[in-house]
T-cell receptor, first 110, second 114 residues
Framework: SQQGEEDPQALSIQEGENATMNCSYKTSINNLQWYRQNSGRGLVHLILIRSNEREKHSGRLRVTLDTSKKSSSLLITASRAADTASYFCATDKGGQNFVFGPGTRLSVLP | DTGVSQDPRHKITKRGQNVTFRCDPISEHNRLYWYRQTLGQGPEFLTYFQNEAQLEKSRLLSDRFSAERPKGSFSTLEIQRTEQGDSAMYLC????????????FGSGTQLSVL
C-alpha cells in the first residue's frame, strides 16, 4: 500500500488564488518530496524537505513538514492556469524505494 | 535533450504477447527506477538499479516481469504473457546516488493490453 496520502483528491480554484494540498504518511521518513505531473506526462520534481526541516520555499511554492503529525503541506501562491496538474508527495525511509501517494488533481480556472 | 527518454511512448498488444520497453537515463545518473502508474493513482515502485546491479524489487513484480540494465546505462523492462491487468503507464526515472537525490522521470510508456 502507498505510504503517502494526499488530501484533497481534487481541488478546483480560480486563477490568482492560493492552493493548499496536504500529505499524510504512516512511518518515519528521511525526506519528503513533492512532484507535479501534467496529464499523460512524467513527473517533475518540485521540492524536497528533509525530516529535520520544518519549512521550505521555492518561488511560489511553500512546503511544511510536521514529523510529529506525519504530515506535510504544499502551498502554491498566486496560482496560474499553467499550475493545473496532479501533485504527488513521495517519501523515503533511507532506502531507495520512494513511495508516492495517490495525488491531488488541481484545476486552476482562468 | 539530455533528459530521461523512454521508448515506445505507446504500446498496444494482445493478451499473452510479450512486450519490452526501453529507458535511457540521464547519462551521469547511476540509479535507475521503474514505476507503474494506473489512472488516478500515484506511481507504484517496481524495481531499481544502481549501475548494473538490481538492488530492490517490489512484490508487485511478478515472475512475468524482468528488468535489466546490462552495462549500467540504458534499461529494459520486459513483460511476458501480458494480461489485461498489466495495462498502465510504465515510468522510468533516474537519479544520482550520494545524497538526497531527486528523481528525473521520463514521459512513460503507455501499455494497453487488449
Amino acid at each position: 500500500s502507498q505510504q503517502g496520502e494526499e488530501d484533497p483528491q481534487a481541488l478546483s480554484i480560480q486563477e490568482g488564488e492560493n492552493a493548499t494540498m496536504n500529505c499524510s504518511y504512516k512511518t518515519s521518513i528521511n525526506n519528503l518530496q513533492w512532484y507535479r505531473q501534467n496529464s499523460g506526462r512524467g513527473l517533475v520534481h518540485l521540492i524536497l524537505i528533509r525530516s529535520n526541516e520544518r519549512e521550505k520555499h521555492s518561488g511560489r511554492l511553500r512546503v511544511t513538514l510536521d514529523t510529529s503529525k506525519k504530515s506535510s503541506s504544499l502551498l502554491i501562491t498566486a496560482s496560474r492556469a499553467a499550475d493545473t496538474a496532479s501533485y504527488f508527495c513521495a517519501t523515503d525511509k533511507g532506502g531507495q524505494n520512494f513511495v508516492f501517494g495517490p495525488g491531488t488533481r488541481l484545476s486552476v480556472l482562468p | 535533450d539530455t533528459g530521461v527518454s523512454q521508448d515506445p511512448r505507446h504500446k498496444i498488444t494482445k493478451r499473452g504477447q510479450n512486450v519490452t520497453f526501453r529507458c535511457d537515463p540521464i547519462s551521469e545518473h547511476n540509479r535507475l527506477y521503474w514505476y507503474r502508474q494506473t489512472l488516478g493513482q500515484g506511481p507504484e515502485f517496481l524495481t531499481y538499479f544502481q549501475n548494473e546491479a538490481q538492488l530492490e524489487k517490489s512484490r508487485l513484480l511478478s515472475d512475468r516481469f524482468s528488468a535489466e540494465r546490462p552495462k549500467g546505462s540504458f534499461s529494459t523492462l520486459e513483460i511476458q504473457r501480458t494480461e489485461q491487468g498489466d495495462s498502465a503507464m510504465y515510468l522510468c526515472a533516474s537519479s544520482l546516488a550520494g545524497g538526497h537525490e531527486k528523481l528525473f522521470f521520463g514521459s512513460g510508456t503507455q501499455l494497453s493490453v487488449l
